[in-house]
């Protein structure tokens, strides 16, 4: 066997190993998918109603493995069949809300959080506002800290606008972090009315933060008057 | 009969935010006892005592101020006045409507008391922190089976800008208010301003304004009030206010002028001086930190442990052993941005929240850590 041989031997080997690699990562990873959107509930009927549900979503495009951590955290806390089921289709039907609030943004993470912030009755309108304050950056910690606040029982309309501010001042997400941290010291340690304490982290933030956008007041309302009705809670 | 009237009034005003907390609504209360040198119209300048008790309640669409004055300024004269003022908005960051109600009861010694309601419905632009809004109210003021109607048009606006607030509004009144105040109808505008500056735990105020009227009385007239307040403890805060007052027609409260000084008590602490359980040693403490776009580092800071466990979503709810160094326990994994749910283990007890998380109960039993990763 002569040397031109033995190289396009070589050749084909490497071909061939680099495919099978290409092979193996394609499958890890879908079997790393499948994995995340596995559910195994207390008895068979509930993981059979739940994998439907996740089926369902899954096929909507929707981040499906939501909807399998919130039923795996029912699972945790020992919540009956019937109860895990309706928590899934209930994190079934905010993704979808969820998903078409915070249009432009299409990252699965992004979806996730809102759904979080929807899960403490953020009004879809609030998360509308944010996704368009930023239409290119990703805003999960935005609405991470948007549900941290309604948490604490900050009144909905007062932690919207200010997480909306903070993200139209271009706050980091080590600030936003802090910020509901924060709050909840005041409120659980110090007794301290939520409302109160937001007023006064944020103020207490404001100093370190870019101006506003000049424009930002008058689009607030503009834009509550064009979002789409058609967002509505099943 | 004026003071059970008053009473009564008061008594309604404590049963409405006694319902309010009921239904798991935000409550916050003060008292404040103090002196002041007064005048008012008809009554001799002397020195008086004042008292006063004032419920806020916040709540998602609403809030509601009520607040009870009383002041005694000659052993056998008394003054009093209690007030409920509610609005209501849209349930929105920029709620576009707002309806508003006062109600209000002023009474005093030799004088015939007056009870006055009110509504106003308003449009508004903005938001919380700068906006404006239009409206117009009506209502009726009694004085001793006098009844007067009162009619209303108001636009106001505000505007925040760092630890400064200003706020601005016009208004145009009309009303008939018996005839011990005026002989006929009596229509006037007032024009105000005012700027407040809040920093840690001291408050100033400054306001003023002219009213421009336009029958039954001096053309124009001006009102002026200053106010300070500094928190000296979690509770308490020493007050001082100066100010002259305009007649009020529709509330049937006089002109005044004083200088006060004043305790406020709240059952609250204030925000920038409560004092905080020592959690920093004996209570494990939660930290993360996005070391690149995959890593995140997560510590849990506490002293005199043996063993320290985390379990949470990005662990896949199973609990994971921290390697340490002192008193910080770490772990480094692969975390998305946005929030997280978690629960340590100390020592093998029980699965507690980390003290310096938001928690999120996932059952009666179970409570969960709230945690933003950036």
């Given at each position: 066997?002569?040397?031109?041989?033995?190289?396009?031997?070589?050749?084909?080997?490497?071909?061939?190993?680099?495919?099978?690699?290409?092979?193996?990562?394609?499958?890890?990873?879908?079997?790393?998918?499948?994995?995340?959107?596995?559910?195994?509930?207390?008895?068979?009927?509930?993981?059979?109603?739940v994998a439907?549900?996740?089926?369902?979503?899954?096929?909507?495009?929707?981040?499906?493995?939501?909807?399998?951590?919130?039923?795996?955290?029912?699972?945790?806390?020992?919540?009956?069949?019937?109860?895990?089921?309706?928590?899934?289709?209930?994190?079934?039907?905010?993704?979808?809300?969820?998903?078409?609030?915070?249009?432009?943004?299409?990252?699965?993470?992004?979806?996730?959080?809102?759904?979080?912030?929807?899960?403490?009755?953020?009004?879809?309108?609030?998360?509308?506002?944010?996704?368009?304050?930023?239409p290119k950056a990703p805003?999960?910690?935005?609405?991470?800290?948007?549900?941290?606040?309604?948490?604490?029982?900050?009144?909905?309309?007062?932690?919207?606008?200010?997480?909306?501010?903070?993200?139209?001042?271009?706050?980091?997400?080590?600030?936003?972090?802090?910020?509901?941290?924060?709050?909840?010291?005041?409120?659980?340690?110090?007794?301290v009315r939520a409302l109160a304490a937001v007023n006064f982290r944020y103020g207490k933030l404001i100093p370190t933060l870019a101006p506003l956008p000049p424009s930002s007041s008058a689009t607030d309302a503009g834009l509550i008057q064009s979002t789409s009705p058609g967002t509505k809670k099943p | 009969m004026r003071r059970a009237r008053l009473f009564l009034f008061a008594t309604c005003q404590i049963g409405s935010l006694m319902l309010c907390a009921s239904v798991g609504a935000q409550v916050e209360s003060s008292l404040e006892v103090g002196a002041s040198r007064l005048s008012q119209a008809?009554?001799?300048?002397?020195?008086?005592?004042?008292?006063?008790?004032?419920?806020?309640?916040?709540?998602?669409?609403?809030?509601?101020?009520?607040?009870?004055?009383?002041?005694?300024?000659?052993?056998?004269?008394?003054?009093?006045?209690?007030?409920?003022?509610?609005?209501?908005?849209?349930?929105?960051p920029s709620p576009w409507w707002q309806i508003d109600v006062a109600a209000s009861d002023y009474a005093q010694t030799s004088a015939l008391p007056t009870t006055s309601a009110e509504g106003?419905?308003?449009?508004?632009?903005?938001?919380?922190?700068?906006?404006?809004a239009l409206g117009i109210g009506g209502g009726a003021s009694i004085t001793g089976g006098h009844v007067g109607a009162v009619q209303r048009a108001l636009g106001d606006g505000w505007w925040t800008l760092g630890r400064e607030r200003f706020v601005a509004s016009l208004g145009w009144t009309r009303t008939d208010p018996p005839k011990v105040f005026s002989p006929s109808s009596i229509s006037y505008t007032d024009l105000s301003a005012g700027w407040r500056h809040e920093v840690a735990a001291i408050s100033v105020g400054v306001s003023g304004g002219a009213r421009f009227q336009s029958s039954s009385g001096p053309d124009t007239d001006d009102w002026e009030l200053i106010d300070a307040s500094v928190w000296f403890a979690p509770n308490a805060a020493f007050v001082v206010t100066a100010g002259r007052t305009l007649t009020d027609f529709v509330r049937g409260t006089p002109r005044t002028t004083w200088f006060g000084a004043s305790i406020r008590l709240s059952p609250s602490s204030h925000v920038s001086l409560g004092r905080r359980p020592a959690t920093g040693r004996s209570t494990p403490r939660l930290a993360v930190t996005r070391i690149n776009a995959e890593r995140v580092d997560v510590e849990i800071t506490v002293p005199s442990a043996t063993s320290v466990e985390v379990m949470a979503d990005f662990t896949g709810w199973?609990?994971?052993?921290?390697?340490?160094?002192?008193?910080?326990?770490?772990?480094?994994?692969?975390?998305?941005?946005?929030?997280?749910?978690?629960s340590i283990r100390v020592n093998g007890g029980a699965w507690?929240?980390?003290?310096?998380?938001?928690?999120?109960?996932?059952?009666?039993?179970?409570s969960f850590g709230l945690v933003t990763v950036p």
């Open positions: 066997m002569g040397d031109s041989a033995t190289r396009r031997l070589g050749d084909s080997a490497y071909q061939a190993v680099c495919f099978g690699v290409a092979a193996l990562i394609v499958a890890v990873h879908s079997a790393t998918a499948q994995d995340s959107l596995r559910f195994t509930g207390p008895d068979a009927e509930t993981s059979r109603q439907q549900v996740v089926q369902a979503a899954a096929a909507a495009g929707l981040p499906a493995s939501q909807i399998v951590a919130k039923a795996n955290l029912a699972v945790l806390v020992r919540a009956p069949g019937p109860k895990i089921v309706e928590t899934a289709r209930a994190v079934a039907a905010r993704l979808e809300i969820a998903r078409s609030s915070i249009k432009p943004h299409e990252l699965a993470n992004d979806i996730v959080n809102a759904e979080e912030a929807l899960s403490y009755d953020a009004p879809p309108e609030i998360l509308h506002q944010i996704s368009l304050a930023s805003i999960a910690v935005p609405l991470s800290v948007l549900a941290q606040l309604l948490a604490i029982r900050v009144p909905a309309p007062r932690a919207g606008q200010i997480v909306l501010d903070l993200v139209r001042r271009q706050a980091t997400g080590t600030q936003m972090q802090a910020l509901g941290n924060d709050v909840d010291a005041d409120v659980r340690l110090l007794g | 008809n009554v001799p300048t002397g020195n008086s005592f004042s008292g006063g008790a004032t419920l806020d309640w916040f709540g998602e669409r609403g809030q509601l101020r009520a607040m009870l004055l009383t002041s005694r300024q000659t052993e056998s004269r008394w003054t009093g006045q209690a007030a409920v003022f509610a609005s209501f908005t849209a349930n929105s106003a419905a308003r449009v508004r632009r903005g938001s919380a922190l700068r906006g404006a199973q609990p994971v052993l921290l390697e340490h160094a002192g008193d910080v326990w770490r772990t480094g994994r692969a975390i998305t941005p946005g929030l997280h749910r978690v507690t929240v980390p003290s310096n998380l938001p928690r999120a109960d996932a059952s009666a039993e179970t």
